[in-house]
């Protein structure tokens, strides 16, 4: 089983409201991550978590706010979002063994969000 | 700076036509290539390659890597028109991090 879950499938929100997506896997992964994805271009990634801790931040806006409450489940909390937010959030999970050198991604279907 | 390139960005073929689509790297602490095919949402992961020289297949998709020359190539054999997508390679440059390349848009015409 290699899924990873994500709720909801589409968001629309006004530039004041508060929203957050869901992000689930019961692979027993101990790292996940959040990605943006705009249209036609890669993903970027936004956040990691290793065993519940956030390890990496790429200089992303604080009206992003990632929580990982436990090991199965990531959120992305967003608040006061731009136009320009838009685009495709994937949730990633890998297993991150210790002593493993390399690490295989596993995605979810996405959040598409929109901004209005 | 780290950067993955693709190419060609888009190619369109004929189904029973074989393509092959390219990968190459410059990344300061390479850790394995994964090549990823992406339909409308989710990227799916095909291959991750870590040695060079040894072909990795799965039905009529396989992927080779070459470290000395840095780059990375992906076949498919007998095109379906179900092989359309993005397919996006990414390096993986230390602990986690993904650097994808801009993909290439496969298009195949029944």
């Known amino acids: 089983d290699t899924e990873v879950t994500q709720t909801p499938k589409h968001l629309v929100m006004g530039m004041t409201n508060k929203k957050s997506l869901k992000c689930e896997q019961h692979?027993?992964?101990?790292?996940m991550y959040w990605y943006k994805q705009k249209a036609k271009k890669p993903p970027e990634l936004m956040f990691v978590?290793?065993?519940?801790?956030?390890?990496i931040n790429e200089s992303v806006p604080s009206r992003f706010s990632p929580e990982c409450p436990n090991s199965s489940l990531l959120n992305l909390h967003l608040h006061a979002l731009q136009p320009e937010d838009s685009a495709l959030y994937l949730c990633?999970?890998?297993?991150?063994?210790?002593?493993?050198?390399?690490?295989?991604?596993?995605f979810g279907p996405g959040t598409r969000l929109t901004v209005l | 700076e780290d950067k993955v390139v693709q190419s060609p960005l888009s190619l369109v073929v004929h189904e029973g036509d074989t393509v092959t689509l390219n990968c190459s790297y410059e990344?300061?602490?390479?850790?394995?290539l994964l090549w990823y095919k992406q339909e409308k949402k989710a990227p799916t992961f095909l291959f991750m390659l870590?040695?060079?020289?040894i072909e990795k297949k799965s039905g009529r998709l396989s992927s080779i890597l070459d470290k000395k020359e840095l780059f990375s190539i992906l076949n498919i054999t007998a095109t379906q028109t179900g092989d359309s997508a993005i397919y996006l390679c990414?390096?993986?440059?230390?602990?986690?991090?993904?650097?994808f390349g801009q993909g290439t848009r496969l298009t195949i015409n029944p």
């Open positions: 870590t040695s060079s020289g």
């Open positions: 990414a390096v993986e440059e230390g602990a986690q991090k993904l650097v």
């Open positions: 978590y290793s065993y519940e801790k956030l390890s």
């Open positions: 692979m027993g992964h101990r790292a």
């Open positions: 990344v300061t602490n390479f850790r394995s």
């Open positions: 990633a999970s890998s297993q991150m063994s210790r002593g493993l050198s390399t690490d295989t991604q596993y």
